[in-house]
Structure formats: C-alpha cells, structure tokens
C-alpha cells in the first residue's frame, strides 16, 4: 500500500541503507524522515478503511494488515 499511494515518489537505496524522496525536481536523501510521516499516512488510510468496513471479517482483516505493517516497519528502522 505504501508503494500503491506514494511509490512515485520514493526510492530505497540498498547500497546506502537510505531512502530518497522525489522533490518533483530530482531524487533526494530522505534526511527529514519523510517516509516516516509517508508509512504513518499510509497506516492512517488503512485505519480508515477499516473504521469504515461494515464487514466484521474484512474489517478484522485489515486491523491485523495494521499489526503487521507496524512490527516490519519498527523491524526495518531498526536495521537502517
């Protein structure tokens, strides 16, 4: 999902361990944490849907996609 909503502007360099953010102009280090706040608005919209999901399963399935996303995002800052 994070790459559905923001991949455009996105870039992880794995030789770097960092990640770029395109400024509409060129690729730049991500020294601001943007995707950061990129990951939490990601998470948001799937707090949204969810909220609004009459579906109980469906509804329970997107609350354990936010578990999930949460643990390998913590995961992954960790190693960067």
Sequence with gaps: RLVRRHGNNIKFCDEWKCWFIWDNKRWIKDKTREIDRLAKDTINSIYEEASQEKDRKRRNELESKIRV???????????I
């Design 69 to 79: 996303i949460k643990i390998v995002r913590n995961s992954f800052i960790k190693i």
